[in-house]
């Protein structure tokens, strides 16, 4: 009975996570483009939506947009990651915020370590597969 109950509180509190989709009055993710090669990925969510989940979606936010862009990966340059904001006694929950710089590629770097490369069709692949929400 308890593991029942808590089976369906742990779907309930997922279920109010924020969800993948563009930036509305529920949170979702946003881009700027500052230059050819540079963007900024936003993520806002509410505070149901675990850091790891939000860092996810930034991420395959970037991939998508260097598909987009005909590149092979992107470097993530900066981030500011679950910055709190309150929002007014109308809605109970803070919201999330963050934020990442990248640099698309049109082609592998060379001389750029490894752990900094994302290949775009490898996150798009992964996350799919860990991360059932994902179109």
Same mark, same amino acid.
């Given at each position: 009975?308890?593991?029942? %109950? %808590?089976?369906?509180?742990?779907?309930?509190?997922?279920?109010?996570?924020?969800?993948?989709?563009?930036?509305?009055?529920?949170?979702? @993710?946003?881009?700027?483009?500052?230059?050819?090669?540079? @963007?900024?990925?936003? !993520?806002?969510?509410?505070?149901?939506?675990?850091?790891? $989940?939000?860092? +996810?979606?930034?991420? @395959? $936010?970037?991939?998508? #947009?260097?598909?987009?862009?005909?590149?092979?990966? !992107? #470097?993530?340059?900066?981030?500011?990651?679950? +910055?709190?904001?309150?929002?007014? $006694?109308?809605?109970?929950?803070?919201?999330?915020?963050?934020?990442?710089?990248?640099?698309?590629?049109?082609?592998?770097?060379?001389?750029?370590?490894?752990?900094?490369?994302?290949? +775009?069709?490898? #996150?798009?692949?992964?996350? $799919?597969?860990?991360?059932?929400? %994902?179109?």
């Amino acid at each position: 009975m308890r593991l029942g %109950l %808590l089976s369906v509180l742990c779907l309930a509190l997922t279920a109010c996570a924020t969800s993948y989709h563009p930036v509305d009055t529920q949170g979702g @993710y946003a881009e700027k483009r500052l230059s050819d090669e540079l @963007y900024q990925v936003s !993520f806002r969510a509410n505070s149901y939506t675990p850091e790891d $989940r939000i860092a +996810a979606y930034l991420l @395959y $936010r970037a991939a998508e #947009i260097a598909k987009r862009e005909g590149a092979v990966g !992107f #470097i993530v340059h900066r981030e500011r990651v679950a +910055a709190s904001i309150s929002k007014p $006694r109308l809605r109970p929950t803070d919201e999330r915020v963050a934020v990442i710089t990248i640099q698309i590629l049109s082609e592998m770097a060379t001389g750029t370590p490894p752990q900094e490369v994302y290949q +775009a069709d490898e #996150i798009l692949m992964r996350l $799919r597969r860990d991360l059932p929400d %994902l179109p």
